[in-house]
């Protein structure tokens, strides 16, 4: 597929989007005594069944060229929203349309298989991201250079400490070429000489990618690769905008 093809029909929208989760085993007494709090989202204590309404009215035109970071409190609902963009959750309420193939990131260990070794996870973990085999074959060398691993690379990957899954998978998962990357932060576990290694390949990763979506924690990295912000209150939008406004209204308000 050409750029001008790709340009042409990548985007996500929502309108009026919700997602809820209703609870079917919550204490209904430990609730009631609840404090609302900044952390979380909104809990409907009033059916008979709680529903956490982790997204309410989300109304969103993400286009091609779209670098957008996601911040908000623990519990602000980044992550549902990652998932409702990339259609593992459909909308409680509203709609979402999504144009485009989307490498959902979330959890930098889904899809591996801890029984087969980390060539072969790499290749898995390839495929499951929306790459072809060939594509990763002419892939899987400078993959495995990346991640430093060498000869673990042959063994399985229970063998592997938390870091060097993190590693294996960081390696895969810059390797692709997205329409739509949707990206939770989760690369804590690395040391902090490859985190900065990872940051030039993340770059890149991200302007070959038609849009991002990238939930975080850190500043930096919002920096580096986003140039607008959604700051997510309590399920809401609650502002959206350019990077820098959003960070200095999300941290005035205690951030
Ligand atoms: N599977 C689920 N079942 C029930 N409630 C859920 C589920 N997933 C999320 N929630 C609730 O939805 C709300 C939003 O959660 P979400 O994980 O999207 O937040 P977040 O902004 O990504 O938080 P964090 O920064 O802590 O990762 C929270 O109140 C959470 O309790």
Same mark, same amino acid.
């Given at each position: 597929m050409t750029v001008t093809e790709t340009a042409r029909h990548v985007s996500i929208s929502t309108e009026g989007a919700c997602v809820d989760f209703p609870i079917f085993d919550a204490k209904s007494r430990s609730l009631k005594k609840t404090v609302a709090g900044l952390v979380g989202g909104n809990i409907d204590s009033g059916a008979k069944v709680p529903i956490?309404?982790? #997204?309410?009215d989300i109304t969103l035109h993400l286009e091609h060229g779209a670098r957008v970071g996601l911040v908000g409190?623990?519990?602000?609902g980044k992550s549902t929203l990652l998932r409702l963009l990339s259609g593992i959750y459909e909308p409680t309420r509203g709609r979402a349309a999504i144009n485009g193939r989307v490498a959902p990131v979330?959890?930098?260990?889904?899809?591996?298989?801890?029984?087969?070794?980390g060539l072969e996870n790499i290749m898995i973990r390839g495929l499951f991201l929306g790459m072809t085999r060939k594509q990763m074959e002419s892939r899987v060398d400078d993959i495995a250079d990346f991640t430093e691993l060498g000869d673990f690379l042959?063994?399985? #990957?229970?063998?592997?400490s938390t870091g060097m899954r993190v590693r294996l998978a960081l390696g895969v998962v810059t390797s692709i070429d997205p329409e739509i990357l949707l990206l939770d932060e989760g690369i804590g576990a690395v040391d902090a000489a490859f985190l900065e290694k990872s940051k030039k390949r993340l770059s890149e990763l991200v302007e070959r990618s038609g849009l991002l979506v990238f939930a975080s924690h850190s500043d930096e990295f919002l920096r580096e690769l986003c140039d607008t912000a959604l700051w997510m209150e309590h399920g809401q939008i609650k502002q959206q905008g350019p990077l820098e406004d959003v960070l200095r209204a999300y941290k005035g308000a205690g951030g």
């Open positions: 956490i309404e982790a #997204l309410k409190h623990n519990g602000a979330f959890d930098l260990g889904v899809g591996m298989d801890p029984e087969i070794s042959r063994m399985p #990957l229970r063998t592997y």
